[in-house]
């Protein structure tokens, strides 16, 4: 059996000490730049609280996980080179890459640093999963949340280092790292800026009937009755028209939050070594919840004893969630 | 003009299930009319489609060699499934004719052989392209969000590497791709059994707003721009930068004609305004880009600065 590691979000140093206090075993963070892919306002660490959060969350034994998952348009791949180096001098325990011009730099000017290959980098066979370990000598591939647990099984058998996967949180539809819906509509870039659907374009706007419109950058994602409670307007979450679909419908997907808790016995059995919670932009609160959540169950799955998956399938409780592809192809 | 003369006009895969009887006349009209210099032929997109056509395959790089095209054949953009992977390695096993490589596994199974770097490969500056030309690219085509200063020094650090360097003008941007196929999904089915109902959009399906604006196509598991790229008033500053191919995505317009108008300009003197005129004509009501090169919002475009 894996170990099960729990991966935790930690989008300030608050959260990232809430969530080491809560029992993870690594927490993952960024800088505040486009070096990873949540460039948002108020979130992300500077040097100083990194080196900070290193020795806090070291002091506990839990690891720190350094998000470089963009990919550096050219002219500009210093910054995410200056970010490695810096990375390094403050003793994080791995960095998580996408772009193999950036992970070729890591692997050849720290060739002792750790690497985790981001979902940012879309690797969902074992042939390209090996690509990166035979190249880049990456230790950890964090699969895409498009495949199911047969799917991941075969592919545990047939690569050289261990599978993180996503079990909590938003519920990613596109294939990530492949994605120009935001840059599309705003000019900001996910790939790049590490941005998506920024709240700085966000309005929502209220009709006379009483419907409200959640707009972005003025193109209206999605429109909601006096009575429906208007969601955020994330490009794929939004509901439009088709010809064969004139009344609206969520073209892509509909808001559910992935909530895996049901099917953790099994990808721990699947061989998947540590599991991802979403959530650098959530609250303290949220973290701590979550994670404790989550501890619990996995400290009693690996004792051997029944984990409560009514706590976790609480967490959720009240909004729609989803088991994603991991459950069943149907979902395709 | 001397680098204008060198540049190279390419037709990218047909992204869309057009029948095989659409694509075997396409393809013939293209050999016999289009003043483009490479074809890229496969499917990129979805995996269930290529049975239909992949057996004219031969025939068809035959009739563009005849023609005098060079031909290129693209990988899937997506490789999951047991049939993906068995038909990447096929294709890297392939020579020739050469190949453009879409996803990582076919990187793995091309191991150091040459090979072109497609669009979905995400080769966004010179550091990564510069790892590429050490694996054996030969050519990399740029995604197709990267703005002009980007663009002009990867193409720059691809030239020092002696690779080609293509950058995509015209037709619908590929903004996203999904393991879950939106054009099933939109007719209640799921990928499994599609029935093959992205037959029925020749040029993707529109996906308009709640107040009726258009904003996405869906084509399977794509989801492309509603606006066509149109990069002809930008083509004279791509070719001065070191781009050396310039790349027509096949849309349901007539593409010899659009060919025209981009071999006017580049190598006829057309002027720039009427050749916009005239390709906003043949595009009918899908209106033209050019945003991302401008690194402003893709959809929009972007007026010329006054031209003395």
Not at chain 1, 243 to 270: Q, T
Not at chain 2, 273 to 286: F, I, P, V, Y
Request: with cysteine; hydrophobic share 40%; charged share 20%.
């Amino acid at each position: 059996m894996s170990l099960a590691e729990l991966i935790c979000p930690a989008g300030t140093p608050a959260a990232l000490r809430t969530a080491v206090d809560a029992g993870a075993d690594a927490v993952y963070c960024g800088f505040q730049d486009a070096t990873n892919a949540r460039n948002f306002p108020g979130l992300n660490f500077t040097p100083d609280e990194l080196a900070e959060a290193v020795t806090y969350a070291h002091a506990r034994g839990t690891k720190v996980l350094l998000a470089l998952n963009t990919y550096p348009p050219a002219g500009k791949v210093d910054l995410w080179r200056q970010a490695a180096d810096l990375g390094v001098r403050l003793g994080v325990d791995a960095f998580i890459v996408a772009d193999m011009g950036v992970a070729d730099y890591i692997a050849r000017t720290h060739p002792q640093a750790r690497l985790h290959l981001s979902v940012q980098a879309a690797a969902s066979s074992p042939e390209a999963i090996r690509y990166y370990c035979e190249h880049f000598g990456v230790r950890r591939v964090v699969l895409p949340r498009i495949l199911t647990i047969p799917e991941i099984r075969q592919i545990k058998r047939e690569i050289p280092c261990e599978i993180e996967t996503f079990i909590f949180g938003n519920h990613g539809l596109m294939v990530e790292g492949r994605c120009s819906l935001t840059n599309y509509l705003t000019g900001q870039s996910t790939n790049m800026d590490g941005v998506c659907s920024p709240a700085s374009d966000v309005e929502y706007a209220r009709h006379e009937d009483g419907a409200m419109s959640s707009q972005l950058a003025g193109f209206t994602i999605d429109r909601f009755g006096p009575q429906e409670k208007a969601g955020y307007p994330t490009i794929c979450k939004g509901r439009y028209t088709a010809p064969h679909r004139p009344e609206g419908y969520y073209a892509f997907e509909e808001p559910v939050s992935l909530n895996l808790s049901r099917l953790l016995p099994d990808l721990i059995e699947a061989g998947v070594h540590a599991f991802k919670i979403e959530g650098r932009q959530r609250s303290k609160s949220y973290v701590r919840g979550v994670v404790r959540a989550f501890r619990a169950a996995v400290d009693d799955i690996r004792a051997g004893r029944q984990a409560n998956m009514a706590d976790l399938v609480a967490l959720t409780e009240g909004q729609k969630q989803t088991q994603g592809a991991f459950e069943t192809k149907k979902w395709r | 003009m001397a680098v204008k003369d060198m540049t190279k006009l390419t037709l990218g895969p047909i992204a869309y299930h057009w029948s095989a009887e659409t694509r075997r006349d396409f393809y013939a009209r293209i050999a016999d009319e289009a003043p483009v210099d490479e074809v890229y032929l496969g499917e990129v997109i979805c995996s269930k489609r290529a049975p239909f056509h992949e057996g004219d395959l031969p025939e068809t790089i035959d009739r563009l060699e005849r023609a005098g095209k060079t031909v290129i054949v693209s990988t899937l953009a997506e490789v999951m499934l047991t049939r993906e992977r068995k038909a990447t390695a096929d294709l890297a096993a392939m020579e020739p004719p050469e190949i453009e490589v879409n996803n990582a596994a076919g990187l793995y199974a091309r191991g150091a052989r040459p090979h072109r770097i497609g669009p979905f490969m995400n080769a966004y500056n010179e550091a990564t392209i510069a790892w590429m030309a050490g694996q054996g690219a030969t050519h990399v085509c740029l995604p197709a969000e990267l703005p002009g200063p980007a663009i002009a020094v990867a193409a720059q650090a691809a030239h020092d590497l002696g690779l080609g360097v293509e950058v995509q003008v015209f037709g619908r941007a590929s903004l996203a791709v999904s393991a879950r196929c939106y054009h099933a999904r939109a007719h209640g089915r799921t990928k499994d059994n599609c029935q093959f109902v992205c037959e029925e959009d020749p040029d993707g399906m529109p996906l308009r707003t709640r107040d009726d604006a258009p904003i996405l196509r869906v084509n399977g598991i794509q989801t492309q721009s509603e606006s066509y790229l149109g990069l002809l008033p930008e083509s004279g500053q791509l070719v001065a930068d070191g781009v050396t191919h310039l790349r027509l995505m096949p849309q349901a317009v007539d593409m010899v004609a659009v060919a025209e108008v981009f071999r006017d300009v580049l190598h006829g003197g057309l002027a720039v305004e009427e050749a916009d005129n005239r390709l906003c004509l043949l595009t009918g009501s899908s209106t033209l880009s050019n945003g991302f090169y401008h690194g402003a919002a893709g959809y929009r475009r972007i007026a010329m600065a006054a031209q003395t």
